[in-house]
């Protein structure tokens, strides 16, 4: 480990991992800025160029992106009382109206430094509980896999939607999508309706563009008529250092909000508008003074943004250790890790070792950059909040899905998936279905069945089915498990209902 750990950090010394970094938390600075575009929509754009560059390149790259993207948000919710991405709505409550005030700057660089330091705690988390997590993963077997699927499909499909019944239709729906193409055990080719295409089933990638971008940009189409009025943003002196001193004296503040975030950021599907409402409750319940929250306090904005960006890290460790993604954009991170051949798990942190420990550590460094650049880019990021045109974003995006649907396999066929799926996925979010239940269920299919059909076979061999399923101690685990996140939201809303019935 400390072999790799020594040729990551030589790696990221090299002058191309750090132009890649840069770029990736510059554009993704811009990115989460601009109403309508998400941090999961940035990374699965870039996903397919990253498939011909060297493993660490492409990484680093998504990861600045990641930062950059969840960070980015923070500008259109202070500046226009807009997220730029779901993680900052908590960033609102206070950013804006400080902003109304005249401190939109100071609302910024509080946002900044906030987000770095919470970053930095989550990337500390990421580094010391990975690996150890990962061990953990040798011990599983098929039947644990399966269950380990099914407790992950549970979670995405009860937080990822607003309605928990349309969140398992969506997960389910996922499920039948991976079935298509030949059968991962028997081999027998299923639903390809005699197309050779369809033989090999759906092509991640795509699927994934399909259902993260089309509609989203069919979303901003639909309001192009929409322009943002920003309030002024003008640096003044003295603010960085006397922002910098009120947070550095506030430690259990930020400590607390990027503890909250990690841990919300390895439930799979909580993501960083969870992570970020959660800590600014925390934070107005500490206070001696919860009076001055939603008045443009600072330590709303430095609560929000701490733990949106501690969730970020958060959100890979169960990535990395057991293929289950924290948040969407972590989704979209296994279909490139998947794409370059490499599977989470024990693998990662040995045969993989020096790429992702690099991966890891990139990631301090692209927290560390959010401060210069964040500050730097203030200025630009907010005119191209309310002087970018749909007109122009649009078709350049556009092009970009083409693209990269079709590099993959070079393939047109691709592209047709990938326009197929993004309609599909538009008119689903106008049903109310959230598109994280159904790349869940697309990515977890297929280790789902092939850890389905591989126990069962053990369990005949071993003349038990049912003990195979049941009876093993990890398991046993993860059945409680899947069965009390499967519970949970109904025993939430019978909960609320019932408060409501003893109120009246």
Not at 87 to 105: C, L, N, Q, V
Not at 341 to 362: A, K, N, V
Not at 463 to 485: D, E, H, K, N
Request: proline share 6%; net charge positive.
């Amino acid at each position: 480990m400390n072999t790799f750990i020594l040729q990551s950090l030589t790696n990221l010394t090299q002058p191309l991992n750090l132009i890649l970094i840069t770029l990736g938390v510059g554009s993704g600075i811009i990115v989460g800025a601009l109403p309508g575009l998400t941090a999961t929509m940035a990374i699965a754009l870039l996903v397919p160029f990253t498939f011909s560059m060297n493993p660490i390149h492409g990484l680093v790259l998504l990861g600045g992106i990641y930062c950059g993207a969840i960070y980015g948000g923070s500008f259109s919710a202070i500046l226009i009382n807009t997220p730029g991405t779901p993680s900052a709505i908590a960033t609102t409550f206070d950013g804006y109206p400080m902003a109304k005030r005249g401190e939109s700057y100071k609302a910024i660089v509080t946002a900044t430094m906030a987000s770095v330091l919470g970053g930095l705690i989550g990337v500390v988390f990421l580094l010391f509980l990975t690996p150890p997590l990962s061990r953990i993963s040798l011990k599983f077997g098929p039947p644990e896999f399966f269950w380990l699927t099914a407790f992950g499909l549970t979670i995405i499909a009860t937080l990822a939607s607003k309605s928990i019944i349309k969140g398992l239709i969506g997960g389910a729906f996922g499920l039948l999508i991976s079935t298509i193409g030949i059968a991962p055990i028997e081999g027998s080719v299923r639903y390809a309706f005699g197309t050779i295409s369809l033989q090999n089933g759906i092509t991640l990638i795509p699927a994934l563009i399909g259902f993260f971008c089309l509609p989203e940009l069919l979303g901003m189409i639909e309001q192009k008529e929409k322009h943002y009025a920003a309030l002024p943003y003008r640096k003044q002196k003295n603010v960085v250092l006397g922002i910098f001193i009120k947070l550095i004296k506030k430690p259990f503040l930020i400590i607390r909000s990027a503890v909250i975030g990690t841990i919300v950021g390895i439930i799979p599907g909580a993501g960083g508008n969870i992570a970020s409402m959660v800590s600014y409750n925390e934070a107005v319940r500490a206070s001696k003074y919860p009076q001055k929250f939603g008045k443009g306090a600072i330590e709303g904005v430095a609560a929000a943004e701490a733990s949106n960006n501690a969730e970020v890290s958060g959100s890979l460790i169960p990535l990395l250790t057991l293929g289950i993604p924290g948040a969407p954009p972590a989704a979209v991170l296994l279909g490139a890790l998947l794409l370059q051949g490499m599977r989470p798990g024990m693998d990662l942190f040995t045969l993989h070792g020096e790429i992702t420990f690099t991966f890891i550590f990139s990631l301090v460094i692209s927290n560390l950059l959010i401060l210069p650049m964040g500050i730097a880019l203030g200025k630009l990021v907010s005119k191209l909040i309310t002087k970018l045109p749909v007109v122009i974003l649009v078709p350049f995006i556009f092009f970009l899905t083409i693209i990269g649907s079709y590099s993959i396999n070079n393939n047109m066929f691709d592209v047709y998936v990938m326009v197929f799926f993004g309609v599909l996925g538009y008119i689903g979010r106008k049903a109310g279905f959230g598109p994280g239940p159904v790349v869940l269920g697309i990515i977890l299919g297929k280790i789902c069945e092939q850890g389905l059909v591989q126990a069962i076979l053990m369990g005949k061999a071993e003349g038990s089915v049912l003990r195979m399923f049941f009876l093993r101690p990890i398991s046993a685990i993860l059945i409680v498990l899947t069965l009390f996140s499967a519970a949970w939201p109904f025993l939430r809303e019978l909960a609320a209902k019932r408060k409501r019935h003893e109120k009246r």
